[in-house]
């Protein structure tokens, strides 16, 4: 089946700009978690979304939001671009959210950096 | 406020060297999952440990929970370059509306 599959792989965008990246679970997944991972920080939960309901958020400012659709299908959203948003952001899907011993699996990423 | 420390934070050992990484708390885990993470990919589960003491083997990785559920080891029989990576072990409690990573032990396996 069809691994988690996050677009674009790639951004480079400047710094006041906002940019939205898209995050499609495996079939059959309803639960989706965003991370943000940077070399400093490691793995920062941002938000998980189960059934198009936001069930719980991590500590970022208000700039960070998301979403999920119908298809079970996220978008996450950041705006007002800063330097320090330059990451790699990981999406991962579950078959149930958390507490679950279910498992994620991850998307390869998408890697952002702000000039 | 649950502290999670992985140990050591940097290993670089040669192909066919044993090695044991760590994962510790303060509290105490309903389960725990180890993933690996390779250079540009997202992590990978590995395992998932439930009960206290519990030991799991993949082929050359075991891994183990403590008795008091408090922390775990993986640790690798004869490392081969492909065991190269972020080692990232997630525990997991009752009321946890999320999956907290540790730190990580990045691991190099040199040929």
């Known amino acids: 089946k069809a691994g988690v599959t996050q677009t674009p792989r790639y951004l480079i965008k400047t710094r006041g700009q906002q940019v939205t990246l898209s995050c499609s679970p495996i079939?059959?997944?309803?639960?989706v978690s965003w991370y943000q991972q940077t070399p400093g920080q490691g793995l920062q939960f941002l938000f998980e979304?189960?059934?198009?309901?936001?069930?719980n958020k991590g500590n970022f400012p208000g700039r960070f939001s998301g979403r999920q659709f119908s298809n079970s299908r996220s978008e996450m959203n950041v705006s007002t671009l800063e330097l320090g948003d330059s990451a790699l952001y990981l999406c991962?899907?579950?078959?149930?959210?958390?507490?679950?011993?279910?498992?994620?699996?991850f998307g390869s990423g998408t890697r952002l950096t702000v000039v | 406020t649950q502290l999670l420390e992985q140990s050591p934070q940097f290993l670089s050992i040669q192909e066919g060297e044993n090695l044991t990484v760590y994962c510790n708390s303060s509290?105490?885990?309903?389960?725990l999952q180890w993933y690996r993470q390779e250079p540009g990919e997202g992590p990978v589960l590995l395992v998932t440990?439930?009960?206290?003491?519990e030991v799991k083997k993949l082929k050359r990785l075991t891994f183990q929970f403590g008795d008091a559920r408090k922390d775990s080891s993986l640790h690798i029989t004869a490392a081969q370059p492909g065991d190269t990576g972020l080692y990232l072990c997630?525990?997991?409690?009752?009321?946890?509306?999320?999956?907290?990573f540790g730190s990580g032990t990045q691991l190099t396996v040199l040929p």
């Open positions: 997630a525990p997991l409690t009752g009321s946890a509306r999320q999956l907290t």
């Open positions: 509290s105490v885990f309903s389960s």
């Open positions: 979304y189960f059934s198009e309901t936001q069930r």
């Open positions: 991962a899907s579950s078959l149930n959210p958390p507490p679950s011993n279910y498992g994620y699996t």
């Open positions: 440990v439930v009960t206290g003491g």
């Open positions: 079939s059959g997944h309803r639960s």
